[in-house]
């Protein structure tokens, strides 16, 4: 495929295989653009940025919504390429292209609802007679910077909100997955966006990365990634708006009174879906002692029927990572454990890309296994003497994205939410569950600002504020 900016598809002599990660085979290419790239895209959005906030926040709902009707019509296709471009099984890439659908839809939604607010001025001495209002401006250009785990939904989270806005957006999509990316810019030309509103570069983060983040034309960066270079955006970023949405080891608490069946089957698919590569996985359990062997005997034969192989397949449950190196530090970060006292029930064996869906029980806290983000299918689970314990275990990191509690106590629960330090918490249910109009974004090290169309358009606007003085 070609990369999109100023306004038409583009090629370059040097070019990035795309490749399936399951097989090694080469699906496509993409350009290998350069810093001059993003310039020639930013100089383009300029243009864009200036028609985008020209129109009518009807007509930019109208565009969203033919786009999400295209997306449905392809959805069996956009699937294949997420799952084979990324590694997910078919039924999880098409579960994320309806999902995408269902982000440029509510964001459609959302472009008609940006409202303003009315101050009560004459509350304020010598306000008396003053009319005040706030009126929420598009940002201008916002940069896009996606990684490798959801292709598309991700992708949409940032460019459905930023247009529904009134800006214009760049798109730096992961270089292991520009498939998707690209083919939601076709579809939204082809559902009538401006080309100048919108640039699609394909190439090297570090390179691409510095230069669109450092351009004084860009004001706003949403970034999805990884903690390290979430941070280094934000030292790079200057005076910008980010939104930062980073990684976790999130955690699930067992109560002695939990549904432990319950408990199990939804591990059983928040720890291993997309080979654990999402970043409200779940990594940790800390369970009560009388919760901890029953749920244990409940998870193993779950997690030794999730069957591994070709995501195309469909009796495949579980497809590879990303790319081997990821797997060999999976690989790694289980045997550390095993070494260090943690007993492996089932799994750890890797070949090539795909690592066993794993789990380890006795697992110490201070492990790496359990304290870092592992983004790998292997779910630690530790015993904890109390309720009290399992909360500061669960605060024990530096994440704070997604974690679960599991019991049938309703001020158990209550405490729960007010005192765990997450983003988003889940009573009765695993940490990977998202519905994509909710706020979502973390806390600490797990990022800044919210996506979710109406949250990301709040991030992705700025506020003036209007007196009219009688
Ligand atoms: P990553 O390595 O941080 O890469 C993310 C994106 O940043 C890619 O497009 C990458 O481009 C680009 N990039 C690399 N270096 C850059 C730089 N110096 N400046 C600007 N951009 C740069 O993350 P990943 O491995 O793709 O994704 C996994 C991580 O994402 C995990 O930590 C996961 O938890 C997190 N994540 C968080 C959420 C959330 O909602 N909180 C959702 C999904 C994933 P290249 O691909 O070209 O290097």
Redesign the pocket.
Same mark, same amino acid.
């Given at each position: 495929m070609k990369m999109f900016l100023a306004g038409r598809w583009q090629d370059r002599p040097r070019s990035i295989e795309v490749r399936n990660p399951f097989n090694g085979e080469v699906i496509d290419t993409v350009p290998h653009g350069t810093p001059d790239d993003v310039n020639r895209a930013v100089e383009g959005l300029v243009e864009g940025a200036r028609l985008m906030r020209d129109m009518s926040a009807y007509d930019r709902s109208a565009i969203l919504r033919r786009a999400a009707a295209l997306m449905q019509a392809c959805e069996p296709e956009l699937g294949r390429t997420i799952s084979q471009e990324e590694g997910k099984t078919l039924a999880e890439g098409t579960f994320e292209a309806s999902r995408a659908r269902e982000t440029i839809d509510v964001s459609a939604d959302e472009a008609r609802r940006i409202g303003s607010e009315v101050i009560p001025l004459d509350a304020a001495p010598g306000g008396k007679g003053k009319l005040g209002f706030t009126l929420r401006v598009p940002c201008g250009i916002v940069a896009a910077?996606?990684?490798?785990?959801?292709p598309l939904n991700?992708v949409a989270h940032k460019v459905g909100p930023a247009l529904a806005a009134g800006n214009a957006v760049c798109i730096?999509?992961?270089?292991?997955t520009p498939l998707s990316a690209l083919k939601l810019v076709e579809i939204l030309l082809e559902a009538g966006l401006p080309p100048q509103a919108i640039a699609c570069v394909t190439g090297?983060?570090?390179e691409l990365?510095?230069a669109l983040?450092t351009d004084r034309r860009v004001r706003k960066i949403s970034f999805?990634?990884?903690?390290a270079?979430g941070d280094?955006?934000c030292r790079m970023a200057g005076v910008k708006r980010v939104t930062m #949405?980073?990684?976790?080891n999130s955690p699930v608490i067992l109560l002695d009174d939990a549904d432990i069946e319950q408990a199990a089957s939804l591990v059983a698919v928040s720890g291993y879906s997309n080979a654990g590569q999402v970043?409200i996985s779940t990594q940790r359990i800390l369970a009560t002692p009388q919760a901890y062997g029953a749920f244990l005997d409940a998870l193993t034969p779950r997690v030794k029927e999730l069957r591994t192989g070709n995501p195309l397949d469909p009796a495949t449950r579980m497809g590879p990572m990303i790319r081997e190196q990821d797997a060999c530090r999976v690989e790694s970060w289980v045997q550390e454990a095993v070494a260090s006292g943690a007993r492996l029930v089932t799994g750890g064996q890797r070949e090539g890309t795909l690592f066993e869906p794993t789990l380890l029980a006795e697992v110490a806290p201070s492990l790496r296994i359990s304290c870092e #983000?592992l983004?790998g299918p292997a779910v630690a689970v530790t015993r904890v003497d109390s309720f009290d314990e399992a909360i500061r275990l669960a605060n024990d990191s530096p994440y704070g994205?997604s974690a679960s509690l599991f019991t049938r106590d309703i001020s158990r629960a209550l405490r729960f939410a007010r005192e765990v330090d997450s983003g988003n918490l889940h009573i009765n249910w695993g940490t990977q569950w998202r519905a994509d109009l909710m706020p979502y974004g973390?806390l600490k090290n797990?990022?800044l600002g919210k996506e979710g169309p109406h949250y990301a358009i709040r991030e992705m606007t700025e506020e003036k504020m209007v007196v009219i003085h009688g």
């Open positions: 910077i996606t990684p490798f785990n959801f991700l730096k999509p992961a270089s292991d090297g983060g570090g990365g510095t983040c999805t990634g990884s903690y270079i280094a955006i #949405e980073l990684g976790s970043c #983000e983004f994205l973390g797990s990022g």
